[in-house]
Structures are given as structure tokens and as C-alpha cells.
């Protein structure tokens, strides 16, 4: 719908320019400062297609860009509208939010290049700017790669790809990379800026300096270029709610240049004829294959949907999500759960607060026809008190059913917890302990004085992360097995995923009452596990507590 109504647009200020009383004309012939004729919308296309492919099988056989029909019509746009009075550029803002692998980084570096060396200004200033040095220098880094692999581009407009610039010596122009924790970031005089990824910029503090620093240009230009997101209150959204108001006519601003490839509304995200009109470099650098690849994996896996729908469909889709396909969970449930005495053993403890519900989770990695499969068995603790108070129903018939270890009083009795930790020492071989630190000090202390392999694992995306995903795979491919337990099942059910910008997650929880601690005990003891599989055996005997920050 967007791209109709951004083409409806064009098509209509066509038709107006043959009017005076319109301000502006498209492409009309122009002459450069060395008197030299030149159309504005063929010259940007022209230039961007003498630059080389920098990545990929076309950097290999050392190729040219060569424009798809939807990049001319967006840089076409952004270039070709001039003024007819005072003969400057029509837009000044460009938003262009497009899913990956659209190439659209590549254009940015492109038209980052031709605002410094071919924009007919003197002293311009072009940056790649974004919260992070790492984020801002992605698309400066293509257009120095692009510069590096031009000879004749370096000869013929006298261009110096150095260490942290790209420089114009005769005009005083440099292309840089700029980000939020930068020194000068205040003392900009800018004619170009790309600001790449706009969705991870959790202020708007960013996208104002460089704004601001446009004032003393005539005809500065902004290329805001992203993916969807999540941040629905942050300054790529504001821009997304803004483009969309222009493009159907609600809000008018004839210097702001937007487009916006998505799926429509009530298109079904799993269907692979809509995928097209999300990704206008279909069948080019985005391939269905791959699409499809990630489609089937997004319907198996409700924490990869919200990345396929934001980065593959440009959805904007909200943070936390449903974690797990309960249905496959439900699957794992082993009925012939094996005898595990004596076998390697890993336990996830969350004590929380003494009056909640904490559980201990043990997981045995056995191997199964040739791979590691694992086995988790958990162990839950209430106070009476709380049992008896609570409005979740299911407390007194878990602890009927004997689920659910009630101790005497209105708090936890962790004397309790520490009895069933030695007795499972006992029992099997007890590689490590890992647990929150948050309330288990003293139990801690006492644990490791009778030789328990405690490991301080903080709850952070650093420590979850990786071993949520692993979780999540191995339920999918029938590698994780549980007893039926109704406890850890609703524990699950409660689960939602938060994902940051870095497609990390996290486990999260919508309401108070929807506890979740046996899961983090699963996901402690799984990451301790993949740990010892990569670093191998503990060497608990020459030292004592672990704390993972």
C-alpha cells in the first residue's frame, strides 16, 4: 500500500509541474559549477553504477552496481526534485525502510559518496552516523571499500579513502563515521548524512544533532534507512508515523521523501506471494529459498516469528512474544523416563523471594543414538502460608500430588532445599550448581563449605541468551525430555521472549503471577552444560565459587 501511495505521489507531482504555480520540476537540465550540463536524477544513477560490488558472489567477478527499477525510482526521487526558483533540491529528509538483504545499505553508502564528491559543494561534510562506532561505520566502510577498489574514481575526482575518512583534497569534502559517544559530535556543519538502522536508536538525541547541523547548508540531505522494529516510542517510528501521514495526504511536507516496503495489514505473513511485495530485490540479493527456510523455522519457533516479521517482512512488531511451541514441549514428555542415578548432573536453583515459589532443576546430559540428549526433572518449594493465601488454585493439589514441597511457616524453609541438594550429590554426579545470586548468599555459603560446585550465574542476556535459543532448538528436534511435570509445563506456558536490537533474548514474564522460576533453573543449568561441552571438565577441586557477571 505504501509504495502505491509513494508512486501515486510522484505521478501527481508530475502532472502538477507543467503548473507555475508548482514549485518544483523533476530532472530538468542543469549545469555544474564547470558550466557542464547535467540532469540530476540520471547523473546520482549514473555515478552510483560506476561503483563496484564490494561483497558477495558480484564483488568476486568484480561487477558494477547495477540499479533495480524500485532504487532508481527511490534515489530518482531524492535527487531529481529541484526548485525551479532557486534551483536547490526539492527534499532534504529521505526515509526508506526496507527488510534485509534489500541492498540498502549499499545505495546508502552510494549516495553518501555522491553528496561528498559530485553534489557541487564546496567543504561538504558527509557522515554515516548511529548510537554505536560499530553501527555508524557499516555503510562508511562499503563506500571506503567502493573508493578503494576505484582507481579511476580516486584519479579522476581526486578522492583519498584513509583509516577514518573518505576526502576530497581540491573541494576540502570528507565522508566520515560518526557515533553518539563521539567528541565533535556537536561541532558539525553537515551537507549529507546516513543514518543507518534508525529502529536500534533508542533516543532521538542522535537524530537530532545531526539535523541540526544542516542549518548553515542550502541544500542538505538526510538518508534515514532501516529495518522495522520494536521501539514503537523512539524516532524511527515517529519517522514511520510521519512518512505514512504524508504518503496518504493527512500531514503535508513537500521536503520529506519517504517509502515504506512492508506487507499490507491483513496479508498472511506465512504466505509466499506476499513476501514479494515486502522485499522489492526479490529473486536479486533476496532469495525465496531462504525466505522460505526462515518462514518454516518462524512457524516452528514463536521466538524466531518476531525477527522474521521485522527483519525479513519489515513488520513492526512488539518486544516480548511467546516463547515456545507448547504443542512441541508437550512432546518431549518421556514416557519411559529413565533411572538416572549415578549420571552427570546439572542443577538450575532460583531461590527468589522467600515467600515465592523457588525451584530446583536438575538436567543430565545422556547420550542418545550418537548425540546429547537432555533429561530435566524439577523440584519445586512453597511456604504453608503462601499455599494457603495464594488465588492460583493449583498450589494445594501440586502439593496433594506431592509436586510441590510445602515448608512449615510464612517463609521458605531453605533447610529443605539444602537437604534435597546434598542428597542429590549423593545420588548423582553433581557437575556444577549453578543459581541467582539474588537471596542465596548464606545458602550459597553453606553449600559450598560442604563441597557443592556453586556457580553464580547473574540473570542477563549474557547468560541467557544462547542457552534459551539451545533450549529452544532441542525441544524442536526431540533432544530435550521431561517426566509430564504440570509444574515446569505452566512455568513454560508463562514464558515470553524479549528481543533486543542484537536479536538477543530473554526470558520474560507478562504478569506477577505467572512464575517462570523452573525455567530459569533449566536455562542456568543448560548453559553451564554447553559451557563444559566447549571448555571441558570442571576443575572445582583447585578453586571455589564461579560468579558469571
Known amino acids: 500500500m505504501f509504495i502505491r501511495l509513494a508512486c501515486k505521489r510522484h505521478l501527481d507531482d508530475l502532472e502538477a509541474q507543467n503548473s507555475e504555480a508548482f514549485p518544483y520540476v523533476f530532472n530538468p537540465l542543469m549545469h555544474n559549477q564547470a558550466g557542464e550540463e547535467y540532469r540530476p536524477a540520471e547523473r546520482v544513477c549514473k555515478f552510483i553504477e560506476l561503483l563496484p560490488h564490494v561483497k558477495g558472489k558480484w564483488a568476486r567477478e568484480r561487477r558494477k552496481i547495477s540499479l533495480e527499477d524500485w532504487q532508481v525510482f527511490i534515489l530518482a526521487s531524492s535527487f531529481g526534485w529541484i526548485n525551479r526558483e532557486t534551483a536547490l533540491r526539492r527534499f532534504r529528509t529521505i526515509y526508506i525502510e526496507v527488510p534485509r538483504k534489500n541492498a540498502k545499505t549499499t545505495i546508502a553508502a552510494g549516495a553518501g559518496l555522491y553528496l561528498e564528491i559530485l553534489d557541487d559543494e564546496i567543504g561538504a561534510e558527509v557522515v554515516s552516523a548511529a548510537t554505536s562506532a560499530d553501527q555508524a561505520k557499516i555503510s562508511w566502510g562499503i563506500a571506503k571499500q567502493m573508493v578503494d577498489k576505484s582507481p579511476g574514481m580516486q584519479s579522476r575526482f581526486g578522492v583519498q579513502a584513509r583509516a577514518h575518512s573518505i576526502d576530497q583534497v581540491d573541494t576540502g569534502s570528507t565522508f566520515q563515521y560518526l557515533s553518539s559517544d563521539h567528541q565533535t559530535l556537536d561541532g558539525l556543519n553537515i551537507h549529507g548524512g546516513i543514518l543507518d538502522e534508525v529502529h536500534a536508536m533508542k533516543t532521538r538525541a542522535v537524530w ?30 515517529e519517522l514511520r508515523d510521519y512518512t ?3 504518503l496518504k495526504g493527512t500531514t503535508i511536507d513537500s521536503t520529506f521523501f519517504g517509502v515504506i516496503y512492508t506487507i499490507d495489514k491483513d496479508d498472511d505473513w506465512t504466505d509466499p506471494a506476499t513476501w514479494r511485495k515486502a522485499n522489492p530485490n526479490y529473486g536479486v540479493s533476496v532469495f525465496p529459498d531462504d525466505l ?4 518454516d523455522k518462524a512457524r516452528a519457533m514463536p521466538t524466531a516469528q518476531n525477527n522474521y516479521k521485522t527483519k525479513r517482512l519489515n513488520i513492526w512488531v512488539n518486544a516480548d512474544s511467546a516463547w515456545l511451541n507448547m504443542l512441541a514441549y508437550d512432546s518431549c514428555k518421556d514416557e519411559a523416563f529413565p533411572d538416572l542415578d549415578g549420571s552427570d548432573c546439572y542443577i538450575g536453583l532460583d531461590l527468589a523471594s522467600r515467600i515465592d515459589i523457588a525451584a530446583k532443576v536438575r538436567l543430565h ?3 542418545v543414538d550418537g548425540k546429547t540428549h537432555y533429561f530435566a526433572k524439577g523440584k519445586y518449594y512453597l511456604p504453608k ?25 510464612d517463609t521458605i524453609d531453605y533447610d529443605f532445599i539444602e537437604t ?25 555459603t553453606r553449600m559450598i563449605a560442604e ?4 556457580v553464580s550465574v547473574r540473570p542477563n542476556v549474557l547468560n541467557f541468551s544462547e542457552p534459551m535459543k539451545e533450549l529452544e532448538s532441542l525441544i524442536l528436534r526431540g533432544r530435550f525430555h521431561h517426566d509430564g511435570d504440570p509444574i515446569l509445563a505452566w512455568m513454560m506456558s508463562n514464558v515470553v521472549a524479549h528481543l533486543d536490537k542484537k536479536d538477543n533474548i530473554y526470558p520474560n514474564k507478562e504478569l506477577p503471577q505467572n512464575k517462570i522460576d523452573g ?11 554447553i559451557n563444559a561441552e566447549i571448555l571441558g571438565p570442571s576443575v572445582y577441586e583447585e578453586r571455589g565459587i564461579i560468579q558469571l557477571n
Open 385 to 409: 502460608k503462601t499455599v494457603e493465601e495464594s488465588r492460583n488454585d493449583s498450589y494445594e493439589g501440586w502439593a496433594e500430588a506431592g509436586l510441590l514441597t510445602v515448608t512449615p511457616g
Open 519 to 529: 525455567v530459569i533453573c533449566l536455562i542456568m543449568a543448560l548453559g553451564r552444560a
Open 365 to 367: 546430559p545422556l547420550e
Open 451 to 454: 563441597g557443592v560446585p556453586m
Open 208 to 237: 537530532d544533532v545531526i539535523e541540526t547541523a544542516t542549518g548553515a547548508r542550502e541544500q542538505p540531505l538526510l538518508f534515514a534507512i532501516t529495518t522495522a522494529g520494536t521501539n514503537r516510542a523512539g524516532i524511527c517510528y
Open 244 to 246: 505514512t501521514k504524508i
Open 420 to 444: 534435597d541438594i546434598l542428597e542429590d550429590m549423593e545420588r548423582f554426579n553433581l557437575i556444577e550448581l549453578p543459581f541467582d545470586p539474588y537471596q542465596a548468599t548464606q545458602l550459597s
Open 292 to 295: 522460505q527456510r526462515l518462514a
